[in-house]
């Protein structure tokens, strides 16, 4: 079995797989100030609780937007699970062309979602992932990476509604039965899902007009992925587990050992 860590700066999601069988999936918070012991104790409690001994893994791999936690989260691995898990940086193999500006300013996530949905669905393609940010990533009819959008991340946007204003509650991010709120609660509501809606479908439209490629697939990620395909048609799958699934590929495309 390995273990996939994708270290985002609100959560850690990780997975464990058999072969090409996941496992098992999980997600932590990400805390800056938590030890690899902290971290270490979470991980066998989680993995205990669903049947998965330590020693039953044999290899690992982490992707990081997360510098800081780089070091913590390698010696967890190598303290609770006895191995040396890979790094998504520069020099491991992915197979991806990256015609941007600046290769290395392209996020770990990033790269791990677009080598993913390549495999998965071929190209032309736009990734959507719902993260901390929201991101748009874009793969041309040759399946190289010629960039994409960041976008405020829908959890900030609320946060940063709420912290702003005296009045405003924290509320569910929901859809609400109407586009006019009744209440302040749906109006926020409103505002929040319907106007990410129509940023990830007026985004998508217009990337789309500049890529000048014919049936181009949109895939959606990310927590509110589901929700928000629901309600607009430019989104074409919903996979949950892009980014994690790439963690597995990447991991066997660079595994030397076996």
Same mark, same amino acid.
């Given at each position: 079995?390995?273990?996939?860590?994708?270290?985002?700066?609100? &959560?850690?999601?990780?997975?464990?797989?058999?072969?090409?069988?996941?496992?098992?999936?999980?997600?932590?918070?990400?805390?800056?100030?938590?030890?690899?012991?902290? *971290?270490?104790?979470?991980?066998?409690?989680?993995? !205990?609780?669903?049947? $998965?001994?330590?020693?039953? +893994?044999? !290899? !690992?791999?982490?992707?990081?937007?997360?510098?800081?936690?780089?070091?913590?989260?390698?010696?967890?691995?190598?303290?609770?699970?006895?191995?040396?898990?890979?790094?998504?940086?520069?020099?491991?193999?992915? =197979?991806?062309?990256? #015609?941007?500006?600046?290769?290395?300013?392209?996020?770990?996530?990033?790269?791990?979602?677009?080598?993913?949905?390549?495999? #998965? *669905?071929?190209?032309?393609?736009?990734?959507?992932?719902?993260?901390?940010?929201?991101?748009?990533? $874009? +793969?041309?009819?040759? !399946?190289?990476?010629?960039?994409? %959008?960041?976008?405020?991340?829908?959890?900030?946007?609320?946060?940063?509604?709420?912290? =702003?204003?005296?009045?405003?509650?924290? $509320?569910?991010?929901?859809?609400?039965?109407?586009?006019?709120?009744?209440?302040?609660?749906?109006?926020?509501?409103?505002?929040?899902?319907? =106007?990410?809606?129509?940023? %990830?479908?007026?985004?998508? #439209?217009?990337?789309?007009?500049?890529?000048?490629?014919?049936?181009? @697939?949109?895939?959606?990620?990310?927590?509110?992925?589901?929700?928000?395909?629901?309600? +607009?048609?430019?989104?074409? #799958?919903?996979?949950?587990?892009?980014?994690?699934?790439?963690?597995? *590929?990447? *991991? &066997?495309?660079?595994? @030397?050992?076996?």
């Amino acid at each position: 079995m390995i273990i996939c860590l994708d270290v985002g700066n609100t &959560n850690i999601k990780f997975a464990v797989y058999d072969g090409d069988v996941l496992k098992l999936s999980f997600r932590v918070a990400t805390e800056h100030k938590k030890t690899s012991d902290e *971290y270490g104790g979470q991980l066998l409690s989680i993995l !205990g609780n669903n049947g $998965v001994k330590p020693d039953d +893994i044999t !290899g !690992g791999i982490i992707s990081s937007v997360v510098p800081q936690l780089d070091y913590t989260l390698d010696r967890t691995c190598r303290t609770y699970l006895k191995i040396k898990p890979m790094m998504l940086a520069p020099g491991l193999k992915t =197979g991806l062309n990256l #015609k941007v500006d600046n290769a290395k300013e392209v996020g770990a996530d990033r790269v791990v979602n677009n080598v993913a949905a390549v495999r #998965k *669905y071929g190209y032309p393609l736009i990734i959507v992932d719902f993260g901390t940010a929201t991101t748009f990533n $874009v +793969i041309n009819d040759k !399946g190289d990476f010629i960039g994409g %959008v960041i976008a405020p991340g829908i959890k900030g946007s609320l946060e940063s509604l709420v912290n =702003g204003t005296a009045k405003l509650p924290r $509320v569910e991010i929901e859809r609400p039965s109407t586009v006019i709120g009744k209440n302040t609660i749906t109006n926020m509501q409103s505002g929040i899902f319907y =106007g990410f809606a129509g940023l %990830v479908e007026f985004l998508v #439209k217009k990337i789309k007009r500049e890529m000048k490629c014919e049936n181009v @697939t949109v895939v959606a990620t990310g927590g509110f992925s589901e929700i928000i395909a629901k309600e +607009i048609s430019c989104i074409d #799958k919903v996979d949950k587990l892009l980014t994690l699934d790439g963690l597995k *590929y990447l *991991y &066997n495309l660079n595994n @030397t050992e076996e």
